[in-house]
């Protein structure tokens, strides 16, 4: 079922690396069309456009339209006890760890009368998607909303297709200012323009089907988005320490997202690759959404038989996987070793679930090879930095020489003219 190779040459690693690429496929013929028109209607017809879609898309515009911190309490306070405290522990843990990502700014002085410094400052409102249906997980609220919140963003708006009781407990547990019932790209464009009723944002995060993530790709420029992520994937690196049953089951924990997720498994040993194959077959027949973990192994899975741990170091950086999991005997010392990754989790009790939904990283990660230049989701995703310049007039007269060669090499006279004038 799960195709398996020996990595041997420059065309195994090719092979290796395009089971995580271009999973998710080409767009749809007419989806960018159909977003733009939604975009530009929404952003010339403000809330009669928006109500218009949400009658063709959605089915009618819910009664009412929006929930306050009052609502979101009250959800909390009704969602199933075991549910309340899981979340409970799972957004302390996520605030313990995002609270190290604060960043600061600094002033930096110098003789002659020159201060230069840069301030942080978190973004004045930020706008929160979360889809509706299966795909309308808590989880995802509170990886939003918490570093968001720590960072300083003074309102938080959240939009999703309908009111779900778990969705609006995690709402409130993050810190969710409002939350408005529509979805779509139509609701993605009234966060970016604003309506009479949805406020406009400064950026826009969350996970959406191919229309939101279109919209959010269209609108970056005139909103921040986080990023536009891919299919889920997993890459495990196994020695022969590693436990075929974990492996396998974590592979199956990617998989089951959907038929575009992937699970890699790079091993050094050929027996680890053989039980885990085995295991795989075997845990896939008591899975409730064995049809969809199958269907995602047998198109994107691969067991890579590595000849050196060098080598599977090496084509783990070239994969740059969203999620790397490390089964060795010394995980640690592996780690310092790799370059690319979204997420580590290092040894048999760190599976990559635990960071989903508890340990308290953040489960936004760069997907698709975007792990070689981007990072996950963070505080810092939610400040912008402003610098500022003071001189004084002689810190000025002492660099006016400099500024006149630089602005007249580059043909600027009119900045030569504005640092002369301040001499005349």
């Known amino acids: 079922m799960i195709k398996t190779i020996r990595i041997n040459n420059a065309a195994d690693v090719r092979l290796a690396v395009a089971v995580l690429a271009g999973r998710g496929g080409t767009l749809a013929e007419g989806v960018e069309e159909a977003v733009r028109e939604i975009i530009w209607t929404v952003r010339v017809g403000g809330d009669p456009a928006l109500f218009a879609y949400a009658e063709k898309f959605d089915g009618g515009m819910p009664d009412p339209l929006t929930a306050g911190r009052a609502e979101m309490k009250a959800a909390y306070e009704k969602v199933d006890d075991a549910f309340r405290k899981a ?17 600061a700014g600094y002033e930096h002085k110098q003789e002659g009368g020159v201060v230069l410094g840069q301030i ?7 706008g929160l998607y979360v889809p509706g249906g299966t795909a309308a997980y808590p989880s995802t609220v509170l990886m939003n909303a ?12 959240m939009v999703t297709p309908r009111a779900e009781l778990n969705i609006l407990a995690a709402a409130y547990l993050a810190g969710v200012d409002r939350v408005f019932f529509v979805g779509g790209a139509h609701a993605v464009a009234a966060l970016a323009y604003g309506t009479e009723t949805i406020p406009r944002v400064d950026k826009i995060v969350g996970p959406g089907n191919v229309y939101v993530a279109t919209a959010k790709r269209m609108l970056y420029g005139t909103v921040d988005i986080e990023m536009i992520a891919g299919p889920s994937e997993v890459l495990i690196l196994a020695d022969e320490t590693a436990d075929a049953a974990y492996a396998a089951a974590d592979m199956l924990s990617q998989a089951e997202h959907d038929v575009n997720a992937a699970a890699v498994l790079l091993t050094t040993d050929e027996k680890v690759a053989e039980q885990v194959s085995s295991e795989i077959a075997l845990q896939l027949k008591s899975l409730p959404r064995g049809g969809i973990a199958g269907e995602a192994i047998e198109k994107n899975g691969l067991i890579g038989i590595c000849r050196s741990e060098d080598e599977m170091v090496a084509l783990a950086d070239e994969i740059a996987p969203e999620h790397l999991e490390i089964l060795t005997a010394d995980p640690f010392g592996l780690l310092a070793r790799v370059k690319n990754a979204g997420s580590v989790f290092l040894g048999p009790y760190s599976p990559e679930p635990l960071g989903d939904y508890y340990a308290g990283t953040n489960h936004v990660l760069p997907t698709s090879g975007a792990a070689r230049f981007a990072s996950p989701l963070g505080v810092y995703d939610f400040v912008k930095r402003m610098s500022y310049t003071y001189y004084t007039r002689e810190a000025l007269a002492a660099a006016r020489e400099d500024i006149q060669a630089i602005g007249n090499a580059e043909g600027l006279t009119a900045h030569v003219a504005a640092v002369n004038k301040r001499f005349e």
């Open 87 to 103: 979340i409970t522990h799972a957004a302390e843990n996520i605030r313990a760890y995002h609270e190290k990502q604060l960043p």
């Open 146 to 157: 918490i570093p968001a919140r720590l960072a300083g963003v003074q309102e938080l708006i």
């Open 120 to 126: 942080v400052r978190g973004l004045t409102r930020v």
